[in-house]
T-cell receptor, first 116, second 110 residues
């Protein structure tokens, strides 16, 4: 099975611009989660989509948004970019696992966004 | 949110077993404990997870204490490619997503 893919892998934007990142989950996975990783804050959860609906959301401003399509592919958008948005953005897909609790999440390679 | 406590860093000699501890006293009784690792500049890689019993797969073994307040990830024969940051994780409260702490930076020494 192909893994989680993210495009683009690297991106340089200017403050005030907006950006859209794309994630293609593992075939058959219906849940897609997005995380932001920075040296100072580590890995932080942004939001999760399941069957085209946002199911959970982390503590990020409204400039961060996302969506999921019927084929489970997901995009996240950041508007009015700030210098502090420079980070590695990771997408993870998952499928219901046995028992209760969190599904096993499989991460993509990430998109490294640099805001200048 | 589930909170985990791990040593900041550890060294291990190549070929020896690496034992990475984690305290996770806030992970409730019906929630799994997950371990991931992240090699520099790559996305985290799933290693193993467990609920109550010890688990083993082709990558590692997971030993969970009977009170479920802590666990140890064991890499039986560490190689240089095992150098990475290892995260012990649990779910965020009321959600299906994982809470990542700061992890343990494991360095395997030749």
């Amino acid at each position: 099975k192909a893994g989680v893919t993210q495009t683009p892998r690297y991106l340089i934007k200017t403050r005030g611009q907006q950006v859209t990142l794309s994630c293609s989950p593992i075939s058959g996975h219906r849940s897609v989660s997005w995380y932001q990783q920075t040296p100072g804050q580590g890995l932080q959860f942004l939001f999760e989509y399941f069957s085209e609906t946002q199911r959970n959301k982390g503590n990020f401003p409204g400039r961060f948004s996302g969506r999921q399509f019927s084929n489970s592919r997901s995009e996240m958008n950041v508007s009015t970019l700030e210098l502090g948005d420079s980070a590695l953005y990771l997408c993870a897909s998952s499928t219901p696992a046995r028992g209760t609790g969190v599904y096993e999440q499989y991460f993509g390679p990430g998109t490294r966004l640099t805001v200048t | 949110d589930a909170k985990t406590t791990q040593p900041t860093s550890m060294d291990c000699a190549e070929g020896r077993a690496a034992n990475l501890p984690c305290n996770h006293s806030t992970i409730s009784g019906n929630e799994y404990v997950y371990w991931y690792r992240q090699i520099h500049s790559q996305g985290p890689q799933y290693i193993i997870h467990g609920l109550k019993n010890n688990e083993t797969n082709e990558m590692a073994s997971l030993i969970i204490t009977e009170d479920r307040k802590s666990s140890t990830l064991i890499l039986p024969h560490a190689t240089l490619r095992d150098t990475a940051v290892y995260y012990c994780t649990g779910p965020q409260t009321g959600a299906n997503n994982l809470f990542f702490g700061t992890g343990t930076r494991l360095t395997v020494i030749p």
